[in-house]
């Protein structure tokens, strides 16, 4: 694996344990074997790529979601 998989998955672990209700960074940095800074920085990465996600949704598919329900009825 390359380095970057490598960081993708440890993300992914992050948010897993975030989503069942890990909230300490140490505990989480204990458990991944790595340390308080880099689970930082993984929560800060996850935090703006979901900040982004959502601007997506909000901005451009649900408008055309609506867009599409409301052909459908007329």
Known sequence: ??????????????LELLAHGYTN??????????SEPTISRDITHITKESKKNLDYFVQKWIPLEI????RHLT
């Open 1 to 14: 694996m390359i380095e970057q998989d490598l960081i993708s998955l440890r993300r992914s672990k992050v």
């Open 25 to 34: 960074q140490r505990e989480i940095a204990q458990l991944l074997n790595v």
């Open 67 to 70: 867009e599409r329900c409301h």
